[in-house]
């Protein structure tokens, strides 16, 4: 698996809408992550972002170009194989998306009992990395009772959980303060390196650039790459 980049991207393009209405948005991308790099992507409003990154989280089927996640190409793949992929692939988005009539243990459970031998395994996977969050004192909390950089650390707990090859994490910094915000991609730093994950994250928060082994800009559908920053 180390050989292999996390992500291979050649020649991707993507459009919207069809005849008069097509729309392209991803022109002639090129990207190839390995394990264990924090890209961060950046780019003005409707730059194509998003639409990237549903692509390598395969909620969406890439048309044409090659794009490879975890080796198995992507372009033409079947929905089946896509939804094998989105095992590998855990997911962080600007609103945490928990069950508000689940406590955060359950949240991050129900994410681990697709992978865990047992519930009872999974219960204790998701107490792991409760803790492992800063979130021992509150495994039986509902998130109504949590704070958004809280709710935001269980959303990481429930993306990490199974162990994924790859994170992809949409604006997760956007609903907090600047104390919370940092606190939340140091973590995601830290538990990345010790996963050996690879994590592509799209942020407009300038504060948070000097996490990423490297950062990507986006302008007009197209990636404009910059030079390699820190490693973890
Ligand atoms: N399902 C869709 N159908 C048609 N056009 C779409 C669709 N989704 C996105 N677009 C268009 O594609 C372009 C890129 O959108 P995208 O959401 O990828 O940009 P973004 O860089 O993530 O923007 P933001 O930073 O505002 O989230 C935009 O012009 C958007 O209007």
Redesign the pocket.
Known sequence: MSQTPVIAIRRLDHT??QGALE?R?LSDIDLTIAAGELVILT???????????TLIGALRSPQTGSLRVLGQELCGASEADLVAIRRNIGYIFQSHNLLGFLTARQNVQMAAELSAGSPAEARALSEAILVAVGLSERLDYYPENLSGGQKQRVAIARALVNRPFLVLA??PTAALDSKSGREVVELMQRLAADQGCAILM?T?DSRILDVATRTVH?ED?RLVQSETAVRI
């Open positions: 919207f809408g729309r948005v780019g003005p409003s409707g730059s194509g972002k998003t639409t990237l990154l949409d604006e799209v407009h986006m559908g």
